[in-house]
């Protein structure tokens, strides 16, 4: 009998975009898609956030019941799912040891409290030394800025990586407000920077390293990262 996959989801815990007044968390469907894409494979999912309890949600991210995204519809009417946001672990409690891979979903979120996360910093270092997978999609890899190799390095270094392009965060009208450009971050940090036409789907897989662009993103994103998982237990 084949083991049961096991994958953690970090949350932001953030829920305001700077000073501009705008309400933001994690972007629903970078989270609802790539959790039934790793449920329908059969994985065992787990759910934390920076700060745990209730997850904000991108207002944005969120229309009327019944027009939203499949997937989305599907976890608004899914009541144990809705329990892992609404009291969601602490990511300070989880040891990195106990998954297979650790995935982080976007939102705007996610530019605030995940790099100033030195609980997430530290999982996250550890995850990729004890060899496990790591992916995040659209704003998710801001998660990844502070996290080392066992050589003290950016993980990002050296490796390609895709994220929210910063054409796209201008597109948005965001790019004054979020604490840094993640593009450029990425590109600072050393990444092989890849990315497609803006708004459109695009994930790279770099060993056990697995990035998406943007929203359009989060089902290839999270589909590679189940590849991933299963070529590095061969």
């Known amino acids: 009998m084949t083991p049961t996959l096991t994958i953690l989801m970090v949350l932001t815990s953030h829920s305001m975009v700077g000073d501009t007044g705008k309400h933001t968390g994690v972007w629903f469907e970078e989270l609802a898609t790539p959790y039934y894409e ?11 956030s920076i700060d745990g309890g209730n997850v904000p949600i991108d207002p944005a ?25 609404k009291q969601s672990g602490n990511v300070s409690h989880v040891n990195a040891g106990d998954y297979d891979a650790i995935f982080l979903p976007g ?42 190799d066992t050589d003290g390095k950016s993980v990002v270094a050296g490796r390609r990586v895709a994220g929210f392009s910063d054409s796209e965060e201008r ?22 920077y890849e990315r497609g036409p803006d708004f459109t789907s695009f994930a790279v897989t770099d060993g056990r390293l697995v990035t998406g662009q943007n929203p359009q993103s989060s089902q290839a994103t999270a589909h590679s990262l189940l590849e991933a998982i299963r070529n590095n237990k061969q």
């Open 38 to 48: 790793f449920v329908d494979a059969g994985a065992k999912v787990e759910i934390v």
């Open 107 to 148: 939102g705007h979120g996610t530019m605030w409290d995940l790099p100033t996360s030195t609980a997430l910093s530290h999982l996250l270092s550890d995850a990729w030394a004890k060899g496990k997978v790591l992916g995040a999609v659209c704003h998710g890899p801001a998660g990844l800025v502070n996290v080392r």
């Open 61 to 85: 991210s969120l229309k009327p019941a019944g027009e939203n995204p499949p997937d989305v519809e599907r976890f608004l009417n899914d009541t144990a799912a809705m329990g892992k946001i």
């Open 171 to 192: 597109a948005a009208g965001l790019d004054k407000a979020v604490p840094f450009l993640l593009e450029t971050r990425l590109r600072e940090l050393g990444a092989k």
